[in-house]
């Protein structure tokens, strides 16, 4: 198992902070996301994942255009989203400019579609969030169409009907992997294995252990189906520092303020230590320490889950880029390979 285990990182593009605390501007943390991206293709990462948000808290609103620009300064890594809120977007511009970092890239693109946690996209490009489940539902049907290669019909009602359409430019070699991302939404995981698609599930609170029951829905549901196996991979969020006390207290501010302020958004409480700790230890989803710790914790997930890819969100609100830099290194350098160690025992 250890072999077909992949490692990615993903961010946001959190808008961070300077040393002295000052906020930095978006265009300057876009140019830092692609450095940080370099670093993870220098020290043996094999994915990173750029998300898509539409606010003044995250840079990234158009992450293939990051992406491209990674792709022009790396070899090895693959590139993709995490995710693209394919809902308020079109399945076949999605495709065509992926497709294209895919050729930029010389076959390194991947896709991983979603609905989106944050609904700031679906006013500012004009669509009706009472449609929320339709709009996902119907483009991901042609999505799914679309990456077949072959001409596509179709017709739906969030969209234009398409009659025998060749959609360019065509992936190179093979087909455009494209994954789900998923929230914890049972229908979602059963979506993905009726359109044969690998899923990602996202672990941002709470035991691993608890994301079991959409793990085995989705493989039995592919077996239901009558589909092949497919690919799982879970992201979580985390930091890697030389030790677990300078992983926590780096990351805690950070993590605080911008969980509390999206908590008040949406009606939850601020955020306490005692939360904070509890997620970062044994049963928690926070992947926060030292090198060892990490790995442990990763490991352990990839065999609760049973595993083809992990990543880790290593951006968290304002924590600065020099200590995201560190912790990418240490992810590349000392956790992927003691995670590699560890699963095959």
Same mark, same amino acid.
């Given at each position: 198992m250890a072999e077909a285990i992949e490692f990615g990182l993903d961010t946001f593009g959190d808008v961070t902070v300077d040393g002295r605390g000052?906020?930095?501007?978006?265009?300057e943390v876009i140019r830092h996301v692609v450095e940080e991206a370099v670093l993870a293709d220098r020290v043996g990462v094999d994915f990173i994942g750029v998300g898509e948000h539409h606010r003044d808290d995250f840079a990234?609103?158009?992450?293939?255009?990051?992406l491209a620009a990674i792709a022009s300064r790396t070899s090895r890594i693959r590139l993709g989203s995490s995710v693209t809120v394919l809902s308020s977007d079109d399945p076949v511009r999605v495709f065509q400019r992926f497709s294209t970092i895919d050729a930029v890239s010389n076959g390194r693109a991947e896709v991983i579609l979603g609905r989106g946690s944050f609904t700031e996209s679906f006013p500012l490009f004009g669509y009706d969030l009472s449609q929320y489940d339709q709009l996902f539902e119907e483009k991901l049907d042609l999505f799914a169409q679309i990456v077949e290669q072959r001409p596509v019909?179709?017709?739906?009602?969030?969209?234009?009907?398409?009659?025998?359409?060749?959609?360019? !430019? $065509?992936?190179?070699?093979? #087909?455009?992997?494209?994954?789900?991302?998923?929230?914890?939404?049972?229908?979602?995981?059963?979506?993905?294995?009726?359109?044969?698609?690998?899923?990602?599930?996202?672990?941002?609170g709470g035991n691993p252990q608890r994301f079991t029951q959409f793990t085995d829905l989705y493989r039995a549901a592919l077996e239901r189906l009558g589909k092949p196996a497919l690919p799982i991979g879970a992201h979580s969020p985390g930091h890697v520092a030389a030790s677990d006390a300078e992983a926590r207290e780096a990351l805690w501010p950070h993590y605080a303020a911008m969980m509390t302020r999206i908590g008040r958004e949406r009606g939850w !409480? $601020?955020?306490?230590?005692? #939360?904070?700790?509890?997620e970062a230890g044994p049963d928690g989803a926070l992947c926060v320490g030292s090198p060892e710790t990490v790995a442990r914790k990763i490991a352990r997930t990839i065999r609760l889950l049973g595993l083809s890819r992990f990543g880790m969100k290593y951006s968290a609100g304002t924590l600065p880029h020099d200590a995201l830099m560190t912790s990418i290194e240490l992810y590349g350098t000392k956790v992927i390979p003691r995670v590699r160690e560890l699963i095959k025992t």
């Open positions: 000052r906020r930095l501007p978006q265009a990234v609103s158009a992450p293939d255009v990051v019909t179709w017709s739906g009602r969030t969209r234009s009907a398409l009659s025998a359409q060749t959609i360019y !430019p $065509p992936i190179e070699h093979g #087909h455009l992997r494209t994954w789900v991302g998923v929230g914890g939404s049972p229908e979602s995981v059963i979506r993905a294995a009726r359109h044969g698609l690998p899923l990602i599930v996202a672990i941002i !409480p $601020p955020v306490t230590r005692e #939360h904070f700790e509890h």
